[in-house]
């Protein structure tokens, strides 16, 4: 009897103490932090943003950089989605923000408020979207707009279709049903690919850009890791996903002008370098509107574009520092540097670099 | 109620005059032990009405939003939730005719087919299925299962889509074998321990007596297990199955994982791309979400937690009724 309740009473013991254990680990730690903040060099304290889940790889290699520089300093980076990013910095809870939309008039007036004036906007994260693959016996694949846009749609169902095979002389394709691959979840990806179809083949893609992929039918699956997982277990699958996560899979070759341009780092970012400014904005505010139909030679328009949302002055010299410094090393040679071996994604070409260095150079407290 | 009522009630008679059996401790512990049960029970109340108000709340403008909030597929809530009732109950429905049977099955072989030796392990391997996270089933029915299902996809199609009626639940199949019929696999699985563990506890209590009496006139074991374990056993079984339901219906990560979406209601349960489930839907969309979406997601949410309210009540009621119907 007494031993029973010995053991009855051991059971909720030993998870009081598990609890208690786990409850020391924790406080441990965040002292450890805090002593670490003394022995700081330039920037300390707390600098917190979010946004973009687009940037989340590339921010995680420049926090781990930056924050390696200036031990005394804490970065935040909070994978709210744009939009949220957006809406928190100008709320003010944020000091900046990751976006794969540059800031619209609207948002604009909020965030000058917020900022007591301009407000700092520069392309960051350049990443090109592939259009990949699997079909058995198939390595190269070139596609129009056109042809990618009827694909996706439902409108071209086998892979020998003419329009393929018209585009594609020297390749023998299967008489095979082609199964489309979409994201099942909002995506910016998916904004991005669907502004290229709906830019450049209007008439065969009438749907709007959107984060939510518009037709039903295809395969989907969550994430970009989904994405590519089906496309690698199955055949006859194509689908678009970021070009950096697509590993071994052959992505198609896209029309751009008369030539046909595979997916590249320096595609994207020549796109991004003739890609008109948006007009009317402040001298601050790179605000880009990506010119899917160039037909410059090289230049690959399927991409992502993600900004770094800052005001050109903050109220506390802390901030302004902090936000300065991280923003300044993120459009470096160094940041981007970093950005591409760790995420994979394009460096800014030189010219928009140097002016993106120029402008958060600018950024300072009242 | 009743409960507490006794309670102050004995208390004040102790007051005035402790009977010989009570101790005066013991009160005290009889009134802290009361006090902690009504807790408890008002807590999970409380719970439960803080969730529906705080759904009422955050989704009442979900309901009447501008018609693109619920775009691309649909203009109006109505449009927006239905094919996400349809995914959810077909899932689930296929969940519980996959489940349902096995479990049943199961939990008479552990109560009364097998030896002890083979029942005890079986029924701790049954309970351990239970233990595995739904992102690890997830995990395996998207990334192993789906595939392997593709040749039974294939063979149902073949031989099952001619046969009118039926056949209409067999069409085009799909290439990678993430659809419905798979997610309700996944589920039967994910379900299956929880009606095994309650069915078996139900048998196994029906009287021995009951058991005896129909063997002793001349009854085959399966048919005193027709005439006295089911008849007794009737509403644990019916409890055991919702429970099970329920997990199905709310369950989002496994879904999330396994089902390709789609948004075209249709019978055909290995298609390409079917409705997913509310629970799903809302996991998938919540991520990159915008305010106005928000609302509509806690909506359907509120849909779900009604639905899932709505089955429990009808099922319940019909057992009352049976069981009345058994009593007269």
Excluded at chain 1, 257 to 275: F, I, L, M, Q, R
């Amino acid at each position: 009897m007494n031993l029973k309740s010995i053991r009855r009473a051991a059971v909720p013991g030993v998870a009081a103490l598990a609890l208690l254990m786990s409850a020391c680990g924790a406080s441990n730690e965040t002292s450890s932090s805090d002593n670490n903040g003394d022995s700081g060099t330039s920037l300390s304290g707390n600098l917190k943003g979010g946004g973009a889940t687009s940037q989340e790889k590339a921010q995680e290699a420049w926090k781990t950089k930056f924050q390696g520089m200036n031990s005394g300093l804490t970065i935040d980076y909070s994978l709210l989605g744009s939009t949220d990013g957006r809406s928190q910095f100008t709320s003010g809870a944020l000091s900046f923000a990751g976006s794969d939309s540059y800031i619209s008039d609207d948002e604009l007036k909020k965030a000058n408020e917020r900022c007591n004036g301009d407000i700092v906007e520069v392309p960051a994260y350049i990443s090109s979207i592939a259009i990949a693959f699997n079909v058995k016996g198939v390595d190269k694949l070139q596609l129009d707009a056109a042809t990618i846009a009827k694909i996706f749609d439902g409108k071209i169902t086998k892979w020998n279709d003419k329009a393929i095979a018209d585009q594609n002389s020297g390749v023998t394709l299967p008489d095979l049903k082609i199964s489309p691959v979409h994201r099942a979840d909002d995506s910016g990806t998916t904004k991005n690919f669907t502004d290229y179809l709906n830019k450049v083949a209007p008439s065969d893609w009438k749907y709007p850009a959107a984060d939510a992929f518009p037709v039903s039918g295809g395969l989907s699956a969550e994430g970009t890791s989904g994405v590519v997982k089906q496309i690698t277990d199955t055949n006859g699958t194509i689908g678009y996903a970021d070009a950096s996560q697509t590993g071994d899979l052959k992505a198609v070759s896209v029309k751009v002008g008369d030539a046909y341009v595979a997916p590249s780092p320096e595609g994207a970012a020549k796109t991004v370098a003739v890609s008109p400014v948006v007009s009317g904005r402040e001298a601050t505010d790179i605000a880009v509107d990506v010119d899917r139909t160039t037909a410059e030679a090289g230049a690959y328009p399927v991409i992502l574009l993600s900004y770094l949302i800052g005001c050109k002055t903050y109220t506390d010299k802390a901030e302004a520092a902090n936000v300065k410094g991280y923003f300044e090393f993120i459009v470096s040679d160094a940041g981007q540097a970093e950005s591409s071996s760790f995420a994979g994604s394009a460096k800014l070409a030189p010219e928009t670099a140097k002016k993106a260095q120029d402008i958060v150079a600018q950024i300072s407290a009242k | 109620m009743q409960g507490r009522t006794d309670v102050t009630a004995r208390t004040a008679e102790a007051e005035d005059a402790p009977a010989s059996w009570a101790s005066v401790r013991g009160g005290v512990g009889d009134r802290i032990f009361s006090g902690a049960a009504l807790l408890a029970g008002l807590t999970i109340l409380a719970a439960l009405a803080g969730v529906f108000i705080f759904l009422a709340l955050k989704g009442a403008t979900g309901f009447t939003k501008a018609a693109d909030v619920y775009g691309p597929h649909a203009s109006s809530f109505l449009g927006y939730v239905g094919p996400l009732l349809v995914g959810t109950f077909t899932a689930s429905a296929i969940a519980l005719v996959i489940a349902v049977p096995l479990a049943f099955g199961i939990a008479l072989v552990i109560s009364h087919y097998a030896p002890r030796w083979i029942a005890a392990p079986v029924a701790y391997v049954i309970d351990l299925l239970a233990a595995v996270p739904s992102v690890v089933y997830g995990l395996w029915g998207a990334f192993y299962l789906a595939q392997k299902l593709v040749p039974m996809h294939v063979w149902l199609h073949e031989h099952l889509g001619p046969i009118p009626l039926i056949g209409k639940l067999f069409g085009e199949p799909s290439p990678a074998g993430r659809t419905l019929l798979t997610a309700g696999i996944v589920l039967a699985i994910m379900i299956l321990p929880i009606i095994t563990a309650i069915t078996r506890e139900v048998f196994s209590r029906t009287p021995r007596l009951h058991q005896e009496a129909a063997l002793a006139l001349g009854a085959t074991r399966w048919e005193m297990i027709r005439m006295t374990v089911f008849p007794y056993s009737r509403s644990g079984m019916v409890s055991a199955v919702m429970l099970g339901l329920g997990r199905a219906l709310g369950e989002t990560m496994a879904v999330t994982m396994v089902l390709s979406v789609g948004f075209n209601i249709s019978w055909n349960i290995i298609a390409t791309a079917s409705p997913t489930s509310i629970a799903a839907n809302i996991a998938l969309k919540y991520k990159e979400r915008s305010a106005d979406l928000l609302n509509v997601l806690v909506a359907t949410g509120l849909v779900l937690f009604l639905m899932t309210f709505l089955v429990n009540f009808i099922a319940r009621w019909i057992v009352g009724r049976s069981e009345r119907r058994m009593a007269r």
